[in-house]
């Protein structure tokens, strides 16, 4: 303990050589905790409030340990703070060396196979000026890249169907067959994780590796490590839910065929394959078509059952299974006539074609069955179905798949409490053994923040909700002249209420999805007196400190809607197993999601401004006390509009803080 505080302390190494340097007791309480569970491998749930430091408060007694330990965060932007900002700071100045290395999904990485494939054969590329321009932009950039990591191209699109044709997924790598392996960046990637003391991944990497060992003990993505640290630790049960289900969609189907067209293209594969490939389209275009009608008019997430699986779309799900196993069985023959290389992406081809049924097989005979353990339902996006089988119930991979294997495990976040207890994360991780710590925030919200949910708008539910709320929003937005965050709960609502109030602002106008999200927040810090219009993507991970961010405004409660298939399904256990599902699964998730929200507004001991909720449900139901208890406690609230304007004149007045 004396070397934490010697490192983070008054006085400390950092304090002597980071001007400005403050010593935060909130981070030091951290560090000497997490450096306790790392002694005495045992698992630690940690809330710690903004502006704690808590990447320095665990990376420090993690180098210290001597241990190979993995750090997982949220969001690939907090990775590559740590990565390039943090590990630096502490390599310089830390007497004991160690190395870091950071690793990304494959599908962050340029492939050079593929990359080679496409850019060669001129006839693959698409007649689409934005698409040829974006693959340009790639090839001057692959020149170069040392990483080939797509963080390097900040203006390439999270869709970008350019990039889509030019990195790997984990059915299209040949692994040590391929002629760029030695090359590759994900084998050079992987490298040096396996040499470094400190890994650091994000949230999905981490999942993916531990699904895919659960069916492949012996192949992994990540190398061997003696602990791990999980940052922004809220998100888990979502993230480990996607990757320890099943999924079948028109894209995998099209990706397949698509990549078995370029390999007949590139030499790699015999023409006599395209009948087989055709076919597959064909079914699988009726496959989708039918699921379409049927789920036609029930929204975009629908439960499947039995009953979704019979007549036309049972037939034609029959029919897909056959066109992959003639694909399978094409292409295994054509490669038992090959002698040279192209034999490997014809396997690879077939392998996909094989996993591609399996998945599907278990998808539709899943529901037909109605596997209590799993829920089985479907995803409409634009014209695209996703076909999902996701376990309920992740507590019992947490304590097998990752206690199981890793005695030391962190996990830490600004919001893991609800109603000031951890007995909710707990519950949905399987965290029963774990030691809790619970830190405030160092910011003096009672003087920085002010809370308003006004009582004299109409509930959410009532048909009038929209208009009021975008005339109080105006007048929100007017009385900080913008700098303002609109975070809604439904894109429908978010449409609806930019759709009323967008025209009468007088100050610039920014809506989530006109450009990509990095983007927005970019300018929405240089156009100081922006007002953003977005939804659950912005209400975590999004940093912008200082004044261009001094109002959020949450248009209500965070429920999750009940009708969701994954909601529904939990809330059905929750029944069986003797529980009231709103008060201990509803209530504590949105006290979670709003807390999120809530922090977007003080990043830093100079901010200051107002979080406007406007559900009066806050403050008339029972339960909305019980939501607004995950909010900093010493934060002022008020139901008047009058208060906001006071509140805000005083702090204009007010000169800015310096430091931090």
Request: aromatic share 6%; glycine share 8%.
């Amino acid at each position: 303990m004396n070397e934490i505080d010697d490192i983070l302390g008054p006085g400390g190494v950092l304090a002597r050589a980071i001007p400005g340097y403050e010593g935060r007791p909130s981070q030091l309480a951290m560090a000497e905790r997490v450096s306790d569970a790392l002694a005495r491998r045992r698992p630690l749930l940690v809330e710690a409030g903004t502006g704690t430091g808590k990447t320095l408060a665990y990376l420090v007694p993690a180098i210290q340990s001597g241990l190979k330990v993995v750090v997982s965060t949220g969001t690939k932007n907090l990775q590559e703070q740590i990565f390039k900002k943090d590990i630096p700071l502490l390599q310089e100045h830390l007497a004991r060396p160690f190395t870091a290395a950071c690793m990304k999904g494959i599908s962050n990485y340029l492939c050079l196979r593929r990359f080679h494939e496409h850019t060669s054969h001129q006839a693959s590329l698409s007649s689409d000026g934005n698409l040829e321009s974006t693959l340009d932009a790639i090839r001057v950039w692959a020149d170069g890249t040392e990483s080939g990591d797509r963080g390097e191209l900040p203006d390439l699109a999270d869709d970008s169907p350019a990039w889509r044709d030019v990195s790997p997924t984990q059915e299209t790598r040949l692994g040590q067959k391929c002629k760029y392996f030695e090359r590759c960046f994900v084998t050079q990637a992987r490298r040096r994780a396996y040499a470094a003391d400190i890994v650091i991944v994000n949230h999905h990497l981490f999942f993916a590796d531990l699904a895919l060992r659960s069916m492949r003990p012996d192949v992994q993505l990540l190398p061997p490590y003696e602990a791990v640290i999980f940052d922004e630790a809220h998100q888990l049960e979502d993230i480990a839910t996607d990757y320890f289900g099943v999924g079948v969609s028109s894209l995998r189907l099209m990706a397949l065929t698509r990549d078995l067209h370029r390999a007949v293209g590139q030499g790699n594969a015999p023409d006599k394959l395209l009948p087989t490939a055709g076919h597959v389209d064909a079914c699988a275009m009726t496959l989708f078509d039918a699921l379409r009608r049927r789920f036609a008019g029930k929204g975009d997430r629908v439960t499947v059952d039995a009953a979704t699986w019979s007549g036309e779309t049972e037939e034609a799900a029959h029919a897909v299974d056959a066109s992959l196993e003639e694909l399978e069985a094409a292409a295994g023959a054509a490669r038992g006539e090959e002698l040279n290389d192209r034999g490997d992406e014809l396997g690879a081809l077939g392998r996909r074609a094989r996993a591609i049924r399996d998945d599907l097989a278990l998808l539709v005979e899943g529901a037909q069955k109605y596997d209590r353990r799993h829920v089985f339902w479907a995803e409409q996006r634009g014209r695209t179905v996703l076909l999902h089988a996701s376990p309920v119930d992740v507590s019992e991979i947490f304590r097998e798949r990752l206690l199981g294997e890793v005695e030391t495990a962190i996990f830490t976040s600004a919001t893991l409490t609800a109603g000031g207890s951890f007995e909710f994360v707990r519950a949905r991780l399987g965290l029963e053994s774990a030691m809790e710590e619970r830190l405030a925030s160092p910011f003096d919200y009672a003087r920085q923040a002010l809370l308003y949910v006004p009582k004299d708008l109409p509930e959410p539910g009532d048909a009038a909700f929209a208009e009021a709320a975008a005339r109080r929003i105006h007048e929100l937005v007017n009385i900080t002249d913008g700098r303002a965050f609109l975070l809604f709960t439904s894109h429908r609502q978010m449409q609806r209420v930019h759709q009323l109030l967008a025209h009468k602002l007088k100050q610039p106008v920014l809506l989530q999805g006109d450009k990509p999200k990095h983007l927005l927040i970019e300018e929405f810090k240089r156009r100081i007196g922006s007002v953003l219009f977005a939804t659950a993507s912005f209400w975590e991970g999004v940093d912008v400190v200082g004044e261009a961010l001094s109002l959020v405004v949450i248009d209500k409660l965070p429920f999750s809607p009940p009708d969701d298939p994954l909601v529904a399904a939990r809330a059905g256990l929750l029944e069986d197993a003797g529980q009231d599902p709103f008060s201990s699964y509803h209530v504590p998730r949105a006290a979670l999601a709003l807390a999120q929200g809530f922090g977007r507004l003080i990043r830093h001991r100079s901010d200051r401004g107002v979080v406007a909720l406007l559900d009066r449900r806050a403050v008339t139901r029972s339960y909305g006390r019980k939501v607004l208890a995950g909010l900093p406690p010493d934060c002022p609230r008020t139901q008047l509009l009058e208060d906001v304007r006071a509140f805000w004149t005083r702090q204009t007045q007010l000169p800015l803080v310096a430091g931090g």
